[in-house]
């Protein structure tokens, strides 16, 4: 017997055919003799429609009323949950996070403080299945709290650890972790297992199967990830510590995927005067307002004579980023301010990575003979990534995942 | 300065548009220098649609789990207010049923135990507005709990009860209460006061602007209530008891209105044997259904003969009905069961019908006159009703309307 966690994202509970056949999945495991809890998302679209209504609401909405709204969306699929469960046999009940409760602080997007299983605990001891709401959570004044958009891979992790449980299964309409995106390479392949660090370097650099905050709490409790196709039958991607890849035994790739991100903008700061703190003067009032800075590159000047700087942050960010930039223009020095969102940030990941020389050279190489020109260049202890002009994305991802000896063999 | 529930139906919250409508309104009420707790229904047709899919999950649902689902209509126009409000600057918080808390006992159809204001005491005197979900509450256990259908009416009455508040204000997509269904009878005329006893009688009989629970529970504490149009600034109709009609000094009809209520079926059971205690055993086993039999007519028969037994059941209860008789028929030894839907119930309410005999003589005369065959009939203190074939309800109507004095001076 074993403890899980099972979570199910919004397009597995839309609609109630949907519903379901996740009742049934849940009732599978049930039947195998585990003790389960279901954490699931709003169906799929109606966190949207909710948020919509509260812009039109009012522009500037109340964080707090916000959270009144948007959290339920989940408090209908769990009771719906909870129902058809019941309709199949399967003794269930739904706690919202009120009930147990799970605390947590701030509104929109809440950290989980801590979680009280005592509840479940029994519902276990009686043979009961738990349905709870992801995504939301109460605060210590007693308020609604929703943990931010994807946060219900968050409240499986936290409940998993919470509970003790032996693992926390992740259903979506996926039916793992590729090696890099089957669309744009219809020989990737899906990975049996990636470690958290892997993940966390996937996923950040656009790799979206799950919430990276969902992913680094795991990696903090060492809490084991599964990554399963809600509609389909197969074994999945375990996402766990590097011990388990050392454990497994199998032979593993030195780069275990590719990435690529879309949402990255560049902006380059022209005649930037060469004075000790001109570049400090520019990042430190952008991280007052939040704003993530990424890649950074600053063009080789003569001494005494100003050079350009580029970097990269979210393109949502961008308005914002611009708006800043022209306040501190005059007093930081620079002349022009240009931008760019016709780039992509490709990156390789791997933990392989660490023991191996030469990967980041390999991949310039390999990107310089298709001509393909680098904007920027960051590296990790498992990441390499460059910025490269938009229109090269595909054949970027293809030509690296073919280099870094991903491409599945294809069955005859 | 007086403190008043304001109470909004779901045609009042059915979208963005409506919602700031009610925000106007309230604010209106705020900016007069009151104490102002609104309760909210949910948007027109999501209850419907929630418990639609309750019904799709498992025909036999949980009670308790029905209410998590649909107690979130309520909880999405509460917080939309709230944001709506704040936009137009007035200071307001939502507060669902169990943050106040608002204690109910049983599930589906809850019935209100207290409501705790400590904490709308509080926000009253910071100067702030409450929204308050209606149809919701939290039982003893922590459980989501709903009131049944139309249940906001009971829920702003109670919250009224409970903040000792000067009135409640019903927001409708009515005017008032009228002295008859201005669809039937154009010169239909709206009423500014009705007791609470007249009101009961009314809305018992087929005139649905309040919950009759609601009602009720008002006239229990001689909680005034006021129906108001949502959409128009009309002066509505003011529900409270007698004393209020001395005070008001208006003469006052006798009759007040004349409602009629389609949902009545009539059953005859045939050839049923004159012994003692005939009529018990089959009113026995009803009552024990929670069948509501109202009008009861037993033919004459001679001594020893057996006779016909009618009476009316509310359409919704009528398969259920004769089922439980096809069980007691052999016992109770009737021949046959005779069963009709094209009736309908037409009623005469008043309380000054108490010091006037004679009015339901002058009911009788003015629809025989018609030749309207009546099939039973009722009476109480402030009542008279009449079940006739369903055919002439719009004739026996405007007939009645008119003989009692009810018609309204047209203006030219």
């Known amino acids: 017997m074993a403890r899980i966690v099972m979570k199910f994202g ?14 049934e999945r849940v009732k599978r495991e049930v039947e195998a003799g585990h003790e389960v809890a279901v954490v699931v998302s709003a169906m799929a679209g109606e966190t949207d429609r909710l948020v919509q209504m509260c812009r039109e609401a009012a522009p500037l909405y109340d964080p707090r009323e916000y959270d009144v709204v948007v959290a339920s969306g989940e408090q209908v699929t769990s009771g719906l949950l909870a129902i058809t469960l019941q309709g199949m046999g399967v003794k269930a009940r739904s706690y919202m996070g009120w009930q147990l409760p799970i605390r947590a602080s701030g509104h929109v997007s809440a950290l989980i403080e801590d979680i009280d299983v005592a509840v479940l605990d029994r519902a276990f001891a009686a043979g009961g299945v738990a349905v709870i709401p992801g995504f939301q959570g109460v605060t210590g004044e007693g308020a609604l709290a929703t943990l931010g958009r994807g946060g219900s891979d968050t409240s499986a992790v936290a409940l998993a ?4 449980a032996d693992r926390c299964d992740i259903y979506t309409d996926v039916d793992g972790v590729y090696t890099t995106d089957p669309r744009i390479v ?6 049996d297992l990636v470690t958290y660090e892997e993940m966390l370097e996937l996923a950040s650099v656009g790799a979206k199967v799950l919430q990276t905050r969902s992913v ?6 060492n809490m084991p990830l599964k990554v399963l196709s809600s ?14 890849v050392e454990e497994s035994n199998m032979e ?9 991100d879309l949402n990255e903008a560049r902006i380059t700061l022209r005649g930037l005067p060469d004075r000790p703190g001109a570049v400090a003067a520019i990042f430190r009032p952008l991280a007052a307002a939040n704003i993530n800075v990424d890649m950074i590159v600053q063009s080789v000047a003569r001494a005494g004579e100003p050079s350009d700087l580029t970097f990269t942050v979210p393109t949502a960010s961008l308005p914002e980023t611009v708006a800043e930039l022209e306040t501190i223009k005059d007093a930081a020095g620079f002349t022009d301010i240009l931008t760019d969102t016709d780039v992509v940030k490709i990156s390789a990941v791997g933990v392989g990575m660490r023991s191996n020389a030469g990967i980041a050279a390999k991949m310039f190489d390999t990107l310089a ?10 590296t990790s202890e498992i990441k390499v990534s460059v910025l490269i002009p938009e229109a090269y994305t595909e054949l970027a991802v293809r030509v690296l995942h073919t ?7 294809r069955v005859a």
């Open 216 to 221: 680094g709490l795991a990696m903090r409790f």
């Open 252 to 260: 593993r790739n030195i780069i275990t995927g590719i990435a690529h």
């Open 403 to 409: 280099a870094f000896g991903l491409d599945q063999e």
């Open 10 to 23: 919004g397009t597995s509970m839309a609609g109630m055919e949907r519903i379901r056949h996740v009742a």
């Open 369 to 378: 003979e298709r001509g393909i020109n680098l904007l920027a260049i960051t």
């Open 231 to 244: 509609f389909e039958d197969r074994p999945g991607t375990l996402i766990a510590g590097e011990e388990a």
């Open 186 to 191: 219809p020989r990737a392949a899906k990975l």
């Open 161 to 164: 650890i919470a509970m003790k």
